[in-house]
């Protein structure tokens, strides 16, 4: 896999978002991250949907099975032909080889749900190497260990998911979590934001959801 120098890493201008091959965004949230990003990379045949829609991404990674060779593309093409891990997983390593440690991940859910759910454990798996934030038409998900606190409004839905039971305690939310082992039972979904913020501690990696509204 191509490792730029940091003398040519001027390609990766940040914020830098990667668009996958799952529904394209229709709302308002996605929308703006992808006209705005600085640096935006397709994860091979995603690139067909964005250059159909006449917009270009900087960078197209992966083992290029799906791409339609008819689009022109003058930007950086990264083919990875290992076929052990998916294309967004070849992004997202090939971001952390290049030092970046904050992305936005796109269309990485819709279409196919064995890949929706994949897409969620990628969460869990680089939570230590690089800041993820994914971003569908109706939530933002992140992984979190330890305390952390988040901007909110009053009646945003929360929702909390483990990979593994967890030690959860949570402030501003209208169900408050007290030290509770929590599992993948579905109890901790749909909660709501009290106010302006919240915030919530695990001793476990677990999956936050925040609606956009």
Known sequence: MLILPVSKNKILKEP????ANGSFPRKKEPL???NNVCTLICTDGSANTLIAKNLSPQVIIGDMDSINNKFQFKGLKIPDYN????DLEKAIEWLIMNKIYKVTLLGATGNRDDMTLVNYFLLF????????????DFFSISCNLGKKSFNSFKGQTVSIL?????IVSSKGLKFTLNNERISQDGKTLSNLSNGK???INCDEPI?????HT
């Open 16 to 19: 830098i978002a990667i668009l």
């Open 32 to 34: 703006e991250i992808l």
């Open 83 to 86: 076929k052990n891990n998916t």
């Open 197 to 199: 913020s919240f915030s």
């Open 125 to 136: 798996k680089y939570f230590n190497e690089i800041d993820i934030t994914m971003i569908t």
């Open 207 to 211: 999956l936050i959801f925040r609606s």
């Open 162 to 166: 483990p990979k593994k039971n967890s």
